[in-house]
């Protein structure tokens, strides 16, 4: 299996993930998720906590520290005697093991968790890259999932499936990166696609902002929006002058807002450099209404689930690519209350680009669609090389402007193989894949 799973922001892409685990699982397999942050992947934990108490699930540290208590011998993955003892929930066993695996795990707790994933007794494993590490070795590696794989690198998401051989892939995203959406539409891989929100979603408004009195009414509307009782988010850009950082711009922001817009809000700040003791308090007092408007870099761009922030104001918007302001726009809207995202653009008029992917975030809220025209302004990148955008190798033919012509190839290149799979009676096209692919068909038949 090689699936692309699409789906919006909050439309349940973790839920089929945990279902295909349990199904690995449940074969005597073992399952993995990848996210690229630790506030991500903390969130999955708790999903999957949530999600997995009903069953007999559980945490395998707590799980070892309590055999360690009793003195009772390590064991092996619990799933691996289902056939003979099926445990139920009550007999002191729990059905499915999980851990966490990420920078924050140190110590003997990391050590523990590295030693049960390599001996299997730990069934699912959530983690950021620190999963790909060569420390890392699984028992039986089944299923690799990678959530919001835009924000990996190639050879971090290939590096997760070769721990388990021939592992299945579930990819998840809400807005594939160009060469996702070529590989898809070359057949690579099969498309999944979570078309419907949860009951009670409302649609996300989205505008943008070239003007002060356009500014000014922006404002006014965060002013509303927490005098109704809501929250805002308030994104900031890197700005390239001189050694001018990223945090640097937040805090900048951070203070003009507290002392000339919003004096009489409750302000917090994050970014990147704090602690991450620090920054999951600021994002608890957050969650817990006990600040109104929060001021970050792109570190609340996956993993923050607040359903009370209606507003999302993103300061030089022209700066960020589609999938980052897709990904950011899906902070909000997560509520029963109606949502606002305002895309501040200082784009010069003749920056064409950057005013047409501002234009599409106002265009559709659809992630296809906006992969379409990511595709179309950035291109689709190499096929046989790890570009991920730009010029693509085609010589003739762009994946955005000749679909009808790769969906034809796509079908007879489909059917020449179930036809003949190792192309014995086709000696001469073997011989130019041979010819032109040599170097590269391994990392083809990896993807």
């Known amino acids: 299996m090689n699936v692309l799973l699409q789906g919006d922001v909050g439309s349940g892409k973790t839920l089929v993930a945990l279902h295909a685990a349990l199904i690995a699982i449940g074969s005597g397999h073992q399952a993995a998720i990848m996210a690229p942050t630790e506030v991500l992947a903390g969130q999955h934990l708790r999903s999957v906590q949530a999600l997995l108490a009903g069953m007999g699930g559980a945490p395998f540290l707590d799980v070892a520290g309590a055999r360690r208590a009793a003195g009772a011998p390590a064991q092996g993955s619990l799933l691996d005697q289902l056939d003979q003892q099926p445990p139920v929930q009550g007999d002191g066993e729990p059905s499915v093991t999980y851990a966490l695996l990420t920078g924050a795990v140190t110590g003997k707790d990391r050590q523990r968790v590295i030693d049960a994933v390599a001996d299997g007794s730990v069934d699912l494993v959530i983690g950021t890259h620190a999963l790909v590490q060569e420390a890392v070795t699984f028992a039986d590696l089944s299923l690799a999932v990678v959530d919001e794989q835009h924000r990996f690198g190639l050879h971090q998401r290939t590096a997760l499936q070769r721990k388990g051989g021939e592992a299945d892939v579930l990819i998840m995203t809400a807005t594939p990166i160009p060469r996702t959406l070529a590989l898809t539409y070359y057949g690579d891989l099969d498309v999944v696609v979570l078309d419907e929100l949860p009951k009670g979603r409302q649609p996300i408004t989205t505008r943008t902002v070239r003007s002060a009195a356009q500014r000014d009414a922006a404002y006014e509307l965060v002013r509303d929006e927490v005098a109704a009782g809501r929250q805002a988010f308030v994104v900031c850009a890197a700005i390239d002058e001189g050694n001018r950082t990223q945090a640097k711009a937040a805090e900048t922001e951070a203070e003009r807002l507290a002392t000339e817009v919003f004096p009489d809000l409750r302000l917090e700040l994050l970014h990147g450099r704090m602690r991450p003791k620090e920054k999951e308090a600021i994002m608890e007092r957050f969650r817990a209404g006990e600040s109104d408007l929060l001021i970050s870099t792109t570190v609340i761009e996956v993993g923050v689930d607040v359903p009370n922030a209606t507003v999302m104001l993103i300061e030089n918007a022209e700066r960020f690519g589609l999938a980052q302001l897709h990904q950011l726009r899906g902070r909000i809207g997560r509520g029963e209350h109606p949502s606002t995202c305002v895309l501040f653009d200082e784009s010069d008029d003749d920056n064409a680009e950057a005013r047409a992917r501002v234009d599409a975030m ?54 020449l193989i179930d036809d003949d799979p190792a192309l014995e009676r086709h000696p001469g096209l073997l011989d130019e894949l041979r010819h032109r692919f040599e170097r590269s068909i391994d990392w083809l038949f990896r993807s």
């Not at 693509?392 to 007879?412: E, I, Q, T």
């Open 362 to 415: 106002i265009r559709t809220t659809d992630g296809f669609e906006l992969a379409d025209e990511d595709l179309r302004l950035r291109g689709e990148g190499t096929l046989f090389d790890t570009r991920q955008s730009g010029m693509p190798d085609l010589r003739l033919a762009r994946l955005a402007d000749d679909m009808p012509l790769v969906a034809r190839a796509r079908a007879r290149a489909f059917a």
